[in-house]
């Protein structure tokens, strides 16, 4: 579990290139106490974040997204990290700056809430995977890390 004391130490979460375009959310408070994930979009849709706990460095670790446009007919899609299949444009294409120049996307839950989705029952289209709720918790943010350590941190 991380304590992210201000709002000053939840910028430093991200990089030096995104912390210009993180908004936060005008309810959120501090100290805030983050489990495994702290997901939010921002109000116009076009941005999603997520603060995670960075094991290789016992801190907090931020990302910023930016989401593409999705409609209700968009075809069915499996999260890369979660592997939860889904329809209605809720798995779709987000893209993280590796560089000014550069972009780097995923196919992911267009909320990031992929921990939240352990709690519900699988789809019939979902991965099906033998193992307990931990391990699975464990995969989904061993995922997310391996993401950013290996191309934006």
């Not at 939840?10 to 997901?39: C, G, H, K, N, W």
């Amino acid at each position: 579990m991380l304590r992210i004391g201000s709002e000053e130490e939840m910028r430093s979460a991200f990089r030096p290139i995104d912390q210009d375009e993180v908004q936060l959310p005008s309810d959120m408070l501090f100290p805030l106490l983050v489990r495994d994930t702290l997901t939010w979009i921002e109000p116009s849709g076009h941005r999603a974040y997520i603060v995670y706990a960075d094991p290789s460095k016992n801190s907090a670790r931020g990302i910023v997204f930016k989401r593409n446009h999705a409609t209700a007919d968009s075809p069915p899609a499996m999260c890369d990290w979660c592997h939860s299949v889904r329809g209605k444009g809720n798995v779709g294409l987000l893209t993280a700056s590796v560089s000014r120049s550069r972009r780097i996307g995923l196919s992911l839950c267009r909320d990031l809430n992929c921990i939240e989705k352990l709690k519900e029952t699988p789809g019939v289209h979902d991965l099906r995977e033998s193992v307990q709720t931990d391990e699975k918790k464990r995969r989904i943010l061993d995922r997310i890390s391996h993401f950013a350590r290996r191309n934006l941190f």
